[in-house]
């Protein structure tokens, strides 16, 4: 069966300080990976999804990028925290087409101080 | 560029009463899909809806999709305190659309 694994599971940084969140998928092959963020009590806002190795598409203009090095490595990355970067980040991976469902990570809170 | 508007934002029920949450789209969609984010967790999909009208149940969950695609509705018969959560609709216009998360409906169930 398929998993899908994120890490740390909390964080808090100091503003300006880097960034760096880890996804990986198991069980599956030539997964579609998606980071979205999620602002308390808010609704899901998607960040970067891939459809292959070295494959990013940005959906919003932000100071966070996003790599895939290896077909289930996502990673989601900043060189400069802002306060504004604090919320509930979370991975997800879908089959076949970008539009099937979308199975989550357990999700990273981040708090920026 | 598409819109997936969800409503009611937040919706309060003592357990027993029914609940309803009703998500539009602005354009048509080729399929709608359903998930459950509980408090502190991460969504989990429920169902997902691609043809003209379906109505699809799961046990005291009825999930409908329009006839003419762009809308969608999650019933929930007599709530229950495990109900609790936000329930989350998204919807696609195509296969090479990536989906559309509607803010989602934050559901409250007082024992």
């Known amino acids: 069966s398929q998993t899908i694994h994120q890490w740390p599971a909390t964080l808090v940084q100091p503003v300006g300080s880097p960034l760096s969140l880890e996804c990986t998928v198991e069980g599956t092959s030539n997964p579609n990976l998606y980071w979205y963020r999620q602002a308390a009590g808010r609704g899901l806002q998607l960040l970067f999804y891939?459809?292959?190795?070295?494959?990013i598409s940005s959906e919003v203009p932000q100071n966070l990028s996003a790599s895939r090095p290896q077909d289930r490595q996502f990673i989601l990355s900043s060189k400069k925290l802002l306060l504004s970067d604090s919320g509930f980040y979370l991975c997800a991976w879908s089959g076949l087409t970008v539009n099937n469902e979308q199975f989550f990570g357990p999700g990273t809170r981040l708090t920026v101080l | 560029g598409q819109q997936v508007m969800q409503i009611p934002q937040y919706q309060h029920v003592q357990e027993g009463e029914d609940f309803t949450t009703y998500c539009n789209s602005s354009t048509t969609l080729s399929n709608i899909q359903w998930y459950k984010q509980r408090p502190g967790g991460h969504p989990v999909f429920l169902i997902q809806?691609?043809?003209?009208?379906e109505v699809k149940k799961q046990k005291r969950l009825t999930f409908q999709f329009g006839e003419a695609k762009k809308n969608s509705s999650l019933h929930i018969t007599a709530t229950q305190t495990t109900d609790v959560g936000t329930y989350f609709c998204?919807?696609?216009?195509?296969?090479?659309?990536?989906?559309?998360f509607g803010k989602g409906t934050k559901l409250s169930v007082k024992p």
């Open positions: 809806l691609v043809k003209s009208g």
């Open positions: 998204a919807g696609s216009g195509g296969s090479q659309g990536n989906l559309i």
């Open positions: 891939s459809v292959g190795i070295g494959q």
